[in-house]
């Protein structure tokens, strides 16, 4: 179900003037942890507030809830929080390649450029050529700051682009929406207006120059800004020294490390018949548990 209408006007090009709606095209299933005073399981506020008695909560007296119904809410022990935390990897692990014209642009989110370090030019050379050349995408999953992502990495002139993605369940469905059927029959659009429309489009045609669209918005401020700079009505902030990174990495034979990858694809497959008739007579080993280092921290429900 798409979200309600938050914005009305129209799309126009040239003399055509078509009223719209906007609407949410996502929504965000991430968990939302309110705080609740442990003693009476009262929602405690930002600044640690019991929103029932008014009293100031102490920290310790805080624990974090999920809410499944109203009133209603599952409380979730550090302890638990920290177990379910995706492990960080520090790598962007790519499941598959897509064709490019697959992904929607409603699931891509936010993106990032991607830079060679280490030495690694030619490698990254080589994925970015090799997906231009075969118009694919490679699906990936990331984790950026405990948070687990899908994203894609899409190949842009001599960069490759990381795109965080929206999860399926993230994105809404078209039911609600009243769209006209698709095709020309359907709609009863005659082949003269389909004509008048083509040749309006071709005309209005034009070559890709994101410099010449401006926010004019933000522009309008920086000139407040600047008139505020030139009659020193300004303050200082003090910026926090960046932190200093340690880079190392093992440097592999590109050739040697693509006939590794190809043969441990060959042999998995082989492999994959004789394992299923080993594993009805070997019993499967119990895997350890692995505990998550990614340390547990406190969620905070935006204002």
């Known amino acids: 179900m798409a979200g309600r209408t938050i914005w009305k006007g129209a799309i126009t090009f040239g003399l055509v003037h078509i009223p719209v709606g906007l609407h949410t095209a996502t929504s965000e299933q991430g968990v939302d942890f309110d705080w609740l005073d442990k003693r009476t399981m009262d929602p405690v506020g930002y600044k640690r507030i019991n929103k029932k008695t008014g009293k100031e909560v102490d920290k310790d007296d805080i624990v974090k809830g999920v809410a499944y119904a109203e009133g209603k809410y599952a409380v979730i022990s550090p302890d638990e929080i920290e177990a379910v935390y995706p492990r960080t990897t520090q790598t962007i692990e790519i499941l598959r390649f897509?064709?490019?014209?697959?992904?929607?642009?409603?699931?891509?989110?936010r993106p990032y450029y991607v830079e060679p370090?280490?030495?690694?030019?030619?490698?990254?050379?080589?994925?970015?050529?090799?997906?231009?050349?075969?118009?694919?995408?490679?699906?990936?999953?990331?984790?950026?700051?405990?948070?687990?992502?899908?994203?894609?990495?899409?190949?842009?002139?001599?960069?490759?682009?990381?795109?965080?993605?929206r999860w399926g369940d993230e994105v809404r469905s078209l039911d609600g929406l009243e769209l006209p059927p698709a095709g020309l029959k359907a709609t009863k659009i005659s082949a003269a207006e389909m004509k008048m429309a083509e040749q309006l489009v071709s005309d209005m045609t034009g070559p890709w120059k994101p410099d010449e669209f401006k926010d004019?918005?933000?522009?309008?401020?920086?000139?407040?800004?600047?008139?505020?700079?030139?009659?020193?009505?300004?303050?200082?902030?003090?910026?926090?020294?960046?932190?200093?990174?340690?880079?190392g990495a093992e440097i592999i034979d590109l050739t040697e490390l693509l006939q590794r990858s190809l043969k441990g694809r060959h042999r998995?497959?082989?492999?994959?018949?004789?394992?299923?008739?080993?594993?009805?007579?070997?019993?499967?080993?119990?895997?350890?548990?692995?505990?998550?280092?990614?340390?547990?921290?406190?969620?905070r429900k935006a204002a």
């Open 98 to 109: 897509v064709e490019a014209a697959e992904i929607p642009f409603v699931y891509l989110e």
């Open 117 to 165: 370090i280490n030495r690694g030019q030619k490698v990254y050379a080589l994925l970015r050529e090799t997906l231009q050349k075969t118009g694919k995408l490679g699906l990936a999953k990331v984790v950026i700051a405990t948070k687990q992502h899908l994203a894609v990495l899409v190949p842009s002139e001599r960069a490759l682009v990381l795109n965080l993605m």
């Open 216 to 247: 004019e918005f933000k522009h309008a401020v920086m000139k407040l800004v600047d008139k505020k700079v030139k009659a020193g009505d300004t303050e200082t902030v003090m910026e926090p020294e960046e932190e200093s990174s340690h880079e």
């Open 268 to 299: 998995s497959g082989s492999a994959a018949g004789a394992s299923k008739g080993a594993a009805t007579k070997k019993k499967p080993k119990t895997a350890a548990k692995t505990s998550s280092k990614a340390p547990a921290k406190q969620v």
